[in-house]
């Protein structure tokens, strides 16, 4: 069992920047391959940018490749989400998520436990 804690939510204008944070509990963290998703009002849930177990590896959506950055520290139990150059169409709930079984990872059935979410607005 992996719980798991978003922080950061926030109000930015337009072309600002914005940190959201993921803790993890348990001791295994660094097993688990990580990724982040939003979901924006009447929306499904987006893929936004995934990482591999020791980093090696990060992918992202085409909406915020360029734009944000995935990242972890595996000694401290926590991944993180660098946004700037925000758009309006930013605007979502952002949620941190652990890989779970091989499906693609950029779908949401590939993760297994997930975090409840914060708010990020960005405003024009």
């Known amino acids: 069992q992996v719980q798991l804690a978003e922080s950061g939510r926030g109000l930015v204008q337009a072309r600002g920047s914005l940190r959201v944070s993921c803790a993890a509990s348990?001791?295994?963290?660094?097993?688990?391959?990580m990724g982040w998703f939003r979901q924006a009002p009447g929306k499904e849930r987006e893929f936004v940018a995934a990482?591999?177990?020791?980093?090696?590896?990060?992918y992202y959506g085409d909406s915020v490749k360029g734009r944000f950055t995935i990242s972890r520290d595996n000694d401290k139990n926590m991944m993180y989400l660098q946004m700037n150059s925000l758009k309006p169409e930013d605007t979502a709930v952002y949620y941190c998520?652990?890989?779970?079984?091989?499906?693609?990872?950029?779908?949401?059935?590939?993760?297994?436990?997930w975090g409840q979410g914060t708010q990020v607005t960005v405003s024009s």
């Open positions: 998520a652990v890989r779970g079984n091989s499906d693609h990872y950029s779908r949401p059935a590939a993760y297994s436990y």
């Open positions: 348990g001791r295994t963290f660094r097993t688990y391959a």
């Open positions: 990482i591999s177990r020791n980093s090696g590896s990060r």
